[in-house]
């Protein structure tokens, strides 16, 4: 999963791409990539009673400071979604207003990838050519009227190439000095958060152990990559299941509503390919059995076919043969 953060030069975009990664230095020239792991008691509490000699792995996000918002840039276009960094600490912010700004420049490059993909086929008269046509002329008529491609609804397959941006998640940070609100605001469907990034940038910087007393001394109760993790999961609609083995306890992160068997192929294609069944039991089944042994005498392991939708927190084991 990839966040790419935008916003306007010196918004602080880069101050809050390390205090959420950890990553310290300002490289203004150049882009940057880092990764976060997503903290997670479950997969803890898992890999700790049942196979604590096993590697353990969370799920990751990709963030992307960005030097300069370009949408026709291939990086930015394949993210899966947006931070905006408005900034809060030299001005009194505007987030409506940037949010308004942004969405704008998004759908002015979808449309005019749209335009251009339309010339293209302008001339094409077979089956294919004609339904994206079709399509993409609808998309390009909800943005003439201001409208993101997202309202489109499901964008088909053959179409997720052009990675339109204005069907994207956006999130916007709002990079304040102090006396920040921690309550979360919602404008225009984008989750709006403030943060004090230069704060926190300095405390990403410290040991583990001075960490928190340092948040609780500047009266920030909880880290600024926990908060923005959790709008993350909540924007894109995401859902954790966990596997786990003798040689791996692994948390995977996937859209909510999503079924067995394509879960499956997010583990590995040839699950997904040669799907059988699954075994499925939910992590709170299994805890409060107090082991796996004991949840098979009771019963709480249940075997689910490929229409199965995954549940937060489900512990699945996959039948496949390919
Ligand atoms: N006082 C204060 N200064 C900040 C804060 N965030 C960023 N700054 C300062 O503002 C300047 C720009 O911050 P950056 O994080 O580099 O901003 P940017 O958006 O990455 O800038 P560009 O990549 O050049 O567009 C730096 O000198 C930071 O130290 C903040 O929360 N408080
Ligand atoms: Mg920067």
New binding site residues.
């Given amino acids: 999963m990839l966040i790419a953060i935008v916003g306007k030069p010196g918004s602080g975009?880069?101050t809050v791409?390390s205090a959420i990664t950890g990553i310290s230095g300002?490289?203004?020239a150049s882009e940057r990539h880092g990764t976060v792991l997503v903290p997670d008691e479950r997969l803890d509490y898992l890999h700790k009673t049942y196979h604590p000699d096993a590697k353990k792995t969370y799920v990751h996000i990709e963030f992307l400071?960005?030097?300069k918002i370009d949408f026709s840039r291939e990086e930015l276009r394949v993210a899966d979604g947006y931070l905006l960094v408005v900034d809060g600490f030299s001005r009194v912010p505007d987030p409506e207003g940037e949010i308004r700004e942004l969405k704008e420049e998004m759908m002015l490059k979808d449309l005019e990838i749209i335009e251009k993909r339309l010339a293209k086929l302008d001339r094409a008269f077979d089956q294919e050519s004609v339904r994206e046509k079709k399509i993409l002329t609808a998309l390009k008529e909800l943005l003439d009227n201001g409208k993101p491609v997202r309202e489109y609804g499901e964008i088909p397959d053959f179409l997720r190439g052009f990675n339109f941006s204005s069907g994207k998640p956006v999130i916007c940070v709002v990079n304040s000095k102090e006396g920040i609100e921690e309550e979360e605001k919602v404008i225009e469907g984008v989750p709006v958060l403030s943060l004090q990034g230069e704060i926190e940038k300095e405390i990403s910087e410290l040991s583990l152990e001075e960490r928190d007393e340092f948040y609780k001394s500047m009266g920030i109760s909880e880290p600024a990559a926990k908060r923005i993790i959790r709008i993350i999961y909540k924007k894109l609609g995401l859902i954790t299941f966990y596997t786990m083995n003798r040689k791996e306890v692994r948390a995977w992160s996937v859209e909510d509503g999503i079924n067995a068997k394509t879960a499956a192929g997010v583990i590995h294609s040839d699950m997904e390919r040669g799907f059988i069944r699954a075994e499925v039991i939910s992590f709170d089944d299994l805890k409060s059995a107090g082991s796996e042994k004991k949840a098979r005498e009771l019963g709480l392991y249940r075997v689910e076919g490929k229409d199965y939708p995954v549940r937060d927190g489900d512990i699945l084991f996959i039948r496949f043969s390919v």
């Fill in positions: 975009k880069s791409f300002l490289h203004r400071d960005t030097v």
